[in-house]
C-alpha cells in the first residue's frame, strides 16, 4: 500500500533532503552555542538543580 502511495506521488526527493538539511543545521548550532559557552554559565546551570533558592 505504502509503495503504491509513494509510486503516485511523484518525486519525493524533498522530502528526504529538507528533514537532512534542518537537522544538520540545528544540529550545527547547537554544537557551536554549546562548545562556545563560558565556563561560569555552564556551572551555573549545571547547579540549578541542586540550588536551594
Known amino acids: 500500500m505504502y509503495k503504491y502511495i ?4 511523484g518525486d519525493l ?3 528526504a ?3 537532512l538539511l ?10 557551536i552555542r554549546a562548545l562556545t559557552a563560558k565556563k ?3 556551572n551555573r546551570m549545571a547547579s540549578l538543580p541542586l540550588d536551594e533558592n
Do not use: C, H, K, Q
Open 6 to 9: 509513494l509510486e503516485r506521488a
Open 13 to 15: 526527493d524533498w522530502m
Open 17 to 19: 533532503i529538507v528533514p
Open 22 to 31: 534542518i537537522f544538520t543545521i540545528v544540529f550545527a548550532i547547537v554544537s
Open 40 to 42: 561560569d554559565y555552564i
